[in-house]
């Protein structure tokens, strides 16, 4: 047992090293649409020759006047210098596991957690994932994840040698899970689904229960770094507090909810289920790397405790940001999906076309996009902004990216040609 217990940490620590170099090389290069190999970016090409254009993509809030609070970092930062004694613990610091517990607790629903049990505290949301996929699976096995989802998801199957499997979303219902496909792409070497809630670009919202998950009855893993950024609900409910009685994995950190993406802190959330039966091995997994350091740890209960005022501040920002484009676009007469939650938006196209060639076009007018086809294949063209981009940049972006499309040769009928 030992030796097994070395030979996957061993093959974890490898698996990381390579994926970092795997993403920084990833940088340069291009997912194509159909065939799913990478080749020279175009976009990027472009881009290094480009001036003056206006970034639409960026995810960076640090970039676009979304500051945390000095105060309450510096504050935090001298109790830890003060009282500094390293006390390394498998599953993390009890107070930040303490704070965790807490923030659940006033979700609505609530879930509820035992901060002694429940609670392991990793280095991001992205080591999350890799520990959980060493956890879960080996060579052959498979993983669902939705149809569309984040480039990320496809380097760490490669890592340890696991297919992906894509389920569909239905685009006609709000992107919502196509239960019935989810069912017939598991077979016997399906270790785990993973949902994403709020969803990575479109913003879709898990509400309810699904059935279908407690038919498939493996462990789920959800991605929920987008709570705090509801739109078109009120609040985003936890999975695992709507369907406690399965085993689930839940995933968060403070890049997107403190807009605090340079100091790396994520966690995993585990039901009752999940952590009877790996708890003992994921601790084992996590003390190898140990990966959360423990200053930014000591900060998390006082980002919990003081710092969601500023997290509501974000929250009003991005939901006006998020008003403001739609209305801009739908004046344009383009059609755009109202999110559910999040911080994108995904503009559907007047036609089908080559997403390349319309993002390419639209950089040389001054304005950079998303492909939609860099998250996946879906029935539609589409190109997906950013709206945490800050004001007037946002509207001015916008408004270049209209003008852009009104110059571009879309074949067929086109709703944008009928309202110009």
Known sequence: MEMQDGLVCITLSVSLLMAWMNMESAQNMQRQPDTGEFSANRIEELRRQSQGYI??????????????????????????????????????????????????????PALHLDPDQDVFMTASTSEAYLLLFALLTTPGDNVLVPSLSYPLFEDIAKLFHVQLRPYHLDEHRGWRID?????????????????????????????????????????????????????????VPPLAALMPDLPIFTLNGISKMFALPDLKLGWIAMTPRARHAYAEPLEVINDTLLGANGLVQTLLPVLMRDGMEFVATQQAVV?????????????????????????????????????????????????????????????????????????PQLQQGVERLINALQTYPFTGTSPLTHHL
């Open 55 to 108: 970034d639409l993509t960026s995810a960076n809030p640090t970039q676009q006047g979304l500051v945390f609070p000095s105060a309450l970092l510096q504050q935090a930062t001298l109790t830890y210098l003060h009282e500094r004694v390293y006390h390394p613990h498998p599953r993390g610091m009890l107070s930040a596991r303490q704070a965790v517990a807490h923030y659940y607790a006033q979700r609505t």
């Open 179 to 235: 239960g019935f496909h989810l069912a017939r792409v598991a077979d016997e070497r399906t270790k785990a689904v993973l949902c994403v809630s709020p969803h990575n670009p479109t913003g879709m919202v898990i509400r309810r229960a699904l059935p279908v998950l407690s038919l498939l009855d493996v462990p789920i893993i959800c991605d929920e770094v987008f709570a705090e950024f509801p739109y078109g609900v009120a609040s």
């Open 319 to 391: 939901a006006a940001h998020i008003a403001t484009v739609v209305a801009q676009l739908q004046s344009a007469g383009l059609s755009v999906r109202i999110p559910d939650a999040g911080y994108y938006l995904c503009v559907e196209l007047p036609a089908i076309c080559d997403e390349e060639e319309v993002v390419l076009h639209a950089l040389r007018h001054g304005v950079l996009v998303h492909p939609g086809y860099f998250f996946g294949t879906t029935l539609k063209s589409y190109l997906v902004i950013s709206c945490l981009v800050a004001m």
